[in-house]
């Protein structure tokens, strides 16, 4: 061996030598050390089973606010609770066919009965089983005043079936809260969860505020339980309509970036503006004035009005029986839609009949007081505007397309005027709600606009 690498083997042995003495060191001085305390973890609530009730309407009287646990089946829902209370084998299965009348009350704490309710949507289940137990645990929710909260369990590896949005909806509509949360995430790779949470809130219309939680893992108890206490407590406010709303003055482009929205989202869209043309035409036709507003009220209440899809996707309007959806897009009808909107009971008529049809399904309305009258909760506000000659522009060649005859100066102190009315009028005028994200619509194209408004919901 040559001087120079006995050398270099010799300094690597001191080197060794010298780690091996440190590490024997560090051992020793653990070993005799004093020894750290036990931190103790917190205690976890006592829950305890209480009973299974026999039918939906007999429900006991325990003093306390329900938190009701559901889901469609085989989304972990006894795994859920157990892993919520911290016990094993506490939950028992009440989603088996041929129990679907039966719910499980536990008592949690003395602070709250945790209510393990039948599943919907079994896969093997007909589909008339399946909506009558839904339809019975919704008749329980509604029914009940004790429930705090509910609580929708989501798998994370599938998209929200249509029962599910049906379930979210008709949850919200009874003005109870709904808190999503989504299971099973130890089923798939940390890096997916934000990005599929986000997806799931988008599908059911909640947003994007959802907790992920694996019962194996233990993963999201935390934030489980810290939204059930501020529910029970009374601190947490009910998860916003899945209602996307969109103000901003005439020609803006709200009803083209409405529909784009909507189309890109699955979600209804809802033509305000078209309501009240349909009925400043009724009006117009029946020779009624626009000041008289008791007239304006009484012919709300006669008149039916409905929308519905064409075959290619395009929403119709009905007024009272008749397809007007090209008669109220004439340039003259503008100015009556404005006029009549101006009149408290036609506003309230015509709010009332738009929260109905929120409150059922997640839906795009675009208006003048979408999100700071009608839908004060919505789950995104949208103010659209643009310079007023962008707007007459966009108008003339809107009519001229159509192939009428369009003066650019004539619309373009129409546009002048009818901003100034709908933004002094009394009741309900146009103004950008608090908590509304601005967007000018000048250097954007419609498809443009949409994209940012998805991106938004999306979060």
Not at 177 to 190: G, N, S
Request: aromatic share 6%; proline share 5%; net charge positive.
């Amino acid at each position: 061996m040559s001087r120079q690498k006995l050398k270099f083997c010799t300094i690597l042995n001191m080197v060794f030598e010298k780690i091996l003495s440190a590490h024997r060191m560090l051992r020793r001085k653990r070993k005799v050390g004093p020894r750290m305390p036990e931190v103790k973890k917190p205690a976890q609530p006592e829950a305890k089973f209480l009973i299974s009730a026999p039918k939906w309407k007999e429900v006991p009287d325990y003093g306390l606010p329900f938190v009701v646990v559901a889901g469609r089946s085989n989304v972990g829902k006894s795994s859920f609770i157990n892993y919520l209370v911290n016990r094993k084998n506490l939950a028992r299965t009440s989603s088996t066919p041929g129990r679907t009348r039966l719910l499980n009350f536990f008592d949690v704490g003395g602070r709250f009965i945790l209510v393990d309710v039948p599943g919907y949507g079994y896969a093997n289940a007909p589909k008339e089983e399946a909506r009558k137990w839904l339809e019975n645990l919704m008749s329980f929710i509604s029914g009940c005043d004790s429930v705090a909260c509910v609580i929708q369990l989501l798998d994370i590896r599938r998209d929200p079936t249509a029962d599910d949005k049906w379930f979210a909806r008709e949850v919200m509509a009874t003005g109870c809260q709904l808190m999503p949360v989504v299971t099973k995430a130890d089923k798939l790779a940390r890096t997916h969860w934000k990005k599929r949470a986000k997806e799931i809130g988008a599908a059911i219309g909640v947003g994007s505020k959802i907790p992920v939680t694996s019962a194996q893992d233990k993963i999201g108890r935390e934030e489980v339980t810290a939204m059930i206490d501020e529910a029970i407590s009374g601190g947490e406010q009910p998860v916003k309509l899945p209602v996307i709303a969109l103000d901003g003055p005439s020609g803006a482009g709200k009803s083209t970036v409405a529909k784009l929205v909507a189309k890109k989202l699955g979600w209804s869209y809802l033509d305000t503006g078209a309501m009240y043309r349909a009925i400043g035409l009724k009006a117009d036709r029946e020779g009624i004035a626009m000041e008289d507003h008791p007239a304006l009220g009484e012919l709300c209440a006669r008149t039916d009005l409905s929308l519905r899809p064409d075959p290619s996707g395009q929403t119709r309007i009905f007024l009272d029986g008749e397809d007007v959806s090209e008669k109220i897009r004439e340039h003259r009808v503008s100015a009556l839609a404005s006029a009549v909107s101006a009149s408290p009971p036609v506003r309230e008529a015509m709010a009332a009949f738009q929260r109905r049809i929120g409150a059922s399904t997640p839906t795009v309305c675009e208006g003048r007081d979408m999100g700071t009258v009608v839908f004060p909760d919505a789950l995104l506000k949208i103010f659209l505007t643009a310079a007023p000659e962008t707007r007459a522009k966009r108008r003339v060649l809107e009519l001229e397309g159509r192939g009428e005859r369009a003066e650019y100066d004539k619309i373009l102190a129409d546009i002048v005027k009818r901003d100034h009315a709908d933004s002094t009028r009394a009741h309900s005028p146009l103004k950008q709600a608090e908590d509304a994200v601005l967007v000018d619509s000048g250097n954007l194209d419609a498809e443009g606009v949409a994209e940012r408004v998805v991106g938004l919901v999306k979060g």
